[in-house]
């Protein structure tokens, strides 16, 4: 019964969404305002709904429901309660249900906190919401429906992916696809422009904060997604360059864009057409990412599904979404005129660079992730791309984007003039410099690549407090009653910096041994004297492990006790690797057990690992950085809505 209630109300979902693609637009071509007013009521009764339908769902997973055939599918009833709760997104119809979900969380938000827009552009994004939701529905409902039941139900189910048996399913994907859904935000609000025929500086001020918040939940899934792997499956690396790896990563890349595009469209009038087309392409990378996960045109640890017809439809609503609006913008593009003036050397200049390197830096990733696909597809050729690839071709465009920031964060807007930016960042170029040379001795064998990103991270940081110190008119007393954004910008700029040293010095200082392990008979590596004690079974909720104990000393003194494991699930007849890792701030240790040897030893691979952490704890300052600015009002309301609102109602649109 329950079950039925949840289809029920995807049902009637479809049904609201469709009234609140067509009402409201026809409202705010008609100016018929209470037609503009359904929107709203609209957006909140399918949230309404696709809640209740999700929450029908997860009621079918906790209670073990094996009469839905997803239940039976991806969930067993000794499985623990937490995998029960995450298995409802740990599938192709799950988790689409809770894309949807996210996705009139969105449209829902858009509607309650949407009261300063003018009442036709708010009436006409809730509707491009309304339809994206709507195609969606359409696609769950007749390719995917997540409550299918069995004409003879067991008495128990398959179980999960044993990968998936993991904390990460509870987090990762929710923060992803919160970030994926919040960039339809930004799609709606340029699709809305592009129909009104006018994108000014409160269109800007109205878009950056669902862009930026869409930014900071894609980098809080792209984190864990990175710590999940590294931690979870035993290689030792956090980013392989997977195609699905890519498929989040080229978002976040042009919604970094857009958050910088918007401020020049909000401050100066100016790259207009430029902001719209990376708000629609960002949305479509999302769409692509779904394609690429759901189509079946890649294996992957992280792909859900492998349907073509699925990924026949995917790829329409990208076509029919993505190209409908960029058909839109090229009939609008005429009225998308910048007004603001700037020399060569401005802080609007700045930001053009910063906006190519970001979105050429996405190119290059898009080229090596589609191109194996296209290979095959079309010439019957099975290629590879991987790791040495992107390294040697998106780094180079990273490591100016980290050059020039500090440089274009100082510039004032539409002149500036190079000696006088520069002067106050000599001693932080200088700083630097000393700190580059300190990271290149310290772990790493002297190597370049230790030299560049210590010193891209210390300039990027130093230069943010410069920029600080300067905005403050160089008086402590001033710094804390700095806007919260530009606190904000510091902090997600410094985070950045971070990660560019974790990856950097790690890439270049750690130290990778394998072995076969007798026990109790003690090996070193990198200083470091690890004795594998003594190896024994365990048995979990759904698992068996063979679990090692193994400590580690430096100088005689026991720095931690670790226990690697590899575990088999017999119900999915599946083994998993469980590292055991030792953080510390300036380097991991990271232990795995591997298979028994004839000669009675167990092979073993260890990894020292420098300044690991650094790289997840820099994406955290990240996402603080965007919450900090986020809180600044400033954001949050955008000047002179109330008053835009009232012009836009008085003056015809068309």
Not at 95 to 123: C, K
Not at 403 to 420: N, Q, S, T
């Amino acid at each position: 019964m329950i079950a039925e209630l949840g289809h029920f109300t995807l049902i009637l979902a479809l049904f609201v969404a469709v009234i609140q693609s067509l009402v409201p637009l026809i409202g705010a071509h008609k100016n018929w305002r209470g037609w503009m007013a359904v929107a709203g009521p609209a957006a909140t009764v399918q949230f309404l709904l696709v809640v209740t339908s999700f929450l029908a769902l997860t009621y079918a997973f906790v209670t073990s429901d094996f009469s839905v055939a997803l239940v039976y599918e991806n969930s067993h009833t000794d499985k623990p309660m937490l995998y029960k709760v995450s298995g409802v997104w740990g599938n192709h119809e799950g988790s689409m249900l809770l894309w949807v979900l996210i996705l009139s969380i969105f449209g829902a938000a858009a509607a309650w906190f949407g009261g300063n827009l003018p009442p036709r552009l708010r009436a006409r994004v809730l509707s491009v919401q309304g339809m994206i939701g709507l195609a969606f529905l359409i696609f769950i409902l007749f390719t995917s429906n997540p409550f299918l039941r069995m004409a003879n139900p067991p008495m128990n189910g398959r179980g999960m992916n044993p990968l998936l048996q993991d904390p990460g399913l509870a987090f990762h994907p929710p923060f992803l696809y919160l970030g994926y859904v919040g960039l339809s935000m930004a799609f709606s609000f340029a699709v809305a422009a592009l129909i009104e025929g006018r994108v000014d500086a409160a269109w800007a001020r109205w878009v950056r904060p669902w862009t930026l918040a869409a930014w900071i939940f894609l980098t809080i899934g792209i984190a864990l997604g990175s710590w999940w792997a590294y931690y979870e499956l035993g290689w030792g690396g956090f980013w392989f360059w997977d195609p699905v790896e890519n498929a989040s990563f080229m978002p976040w890349l042009l919604a970094a864009a857009l958050l910088h595009s918007a401020i020049v469209v909000e401050k100066r009038e100016a790259l207009k057409s430029w902001t719209i087309l990376l708000a629609i392409l960002a949305f479509g990378f999302s769409l692509i990412g779904t394609f690429i996960v759901r189509s079946g045109v890649i294996t992957s640890v992280h792909s859900f599904a492998n349907d073509p017809q699925r990924g026949i439809y995917i790829l329409s609503i990208l076509a029919v979404f993505v190209g409908g609006a960029l058909t839109l913008y090229a009939f609008r593009a005429g009225a998308m005129q910048a007004r603001g003036v700037f020399s060569m050397l401005s802080r609007e200049n700045a930001l053009v660079l910063n906006n190519i390197l970001l979105a050429v830096a996405a190119l290059v990733v898009f080229v090596g992730t589609i191109w194996p696909l296209l290979a095959e597809m079309f010439w019957a050729r099975k290629l590879s791309v991987g790791a040495p690839f992107f390294d040697k071709s998106f780094t180079p465009f990273f490591v100016a984007l980290a050059l020039v920031l500090p440089v274009g964060a100082m510039m004032p807007w539409k002149r500036a003039k190079m000696g006088r930016v520069l002067r106050p960042l000599l001693p932080a170029f200088v700083l630097a410099l000393a700190i580059a040379g300190l990271g290149w001795t310290m772990e790493t064998g002297r190597s370049l690549m230790a030299l560049v990103a210590s010193f891209l991270g210390a300039w990027i940081i130093l230069g943010a407090l410069v920029e600080l110190w300067q905005r403050a008119g160089r008086r402590p007393a001033r710094l804390l009653r700095l806007p919260r954004a530009d606190w904000g910008k510091a902090v997600a700029h410094s985070g950045l910096a971070i990660t560019i040293m974790g990856v950097g010095l790690l890439t270049a200082g750690q130290v990778e041994d394998i072995r076969v392990a007798q026990e109790r008979q003690p090996f070193e590596v990198a200083g470091y004297r690890i004795s594998l004690d003594e190896v024994h079974r365990d048995q979990g909720p759904n698992y068996v492990a063979t679990t090692a104990t193994m400590t580690v000393r430096r100088g005689g003194k026991v720095i931690t006790v670790l226990h690697p494991e590899k575990r088999v699930y017999p119900t999915e007849g599946m083994p998993t690797t469980e590292a055991a890792i030792h953080s510390g701030f300036l380097r991991d240790i990271y232990l795995v057990i591997g298979d028994p040897q004839e000669n009675g030893g167990w092979a073993v691979r260890t990894y020292i690992k420098p300044f690991a952490i650094w790289i997840w704890g820099g994406a955290i300052i990240m996402a603080l950085g965007g919450l900090l600015s986020l809180s600044d009002r400033r954001y949050r309301v955008a000047a002179g809505a109330r008053k835009a609102s009232a012009v836009s109602s008085a003056t015809p649109a068309e």
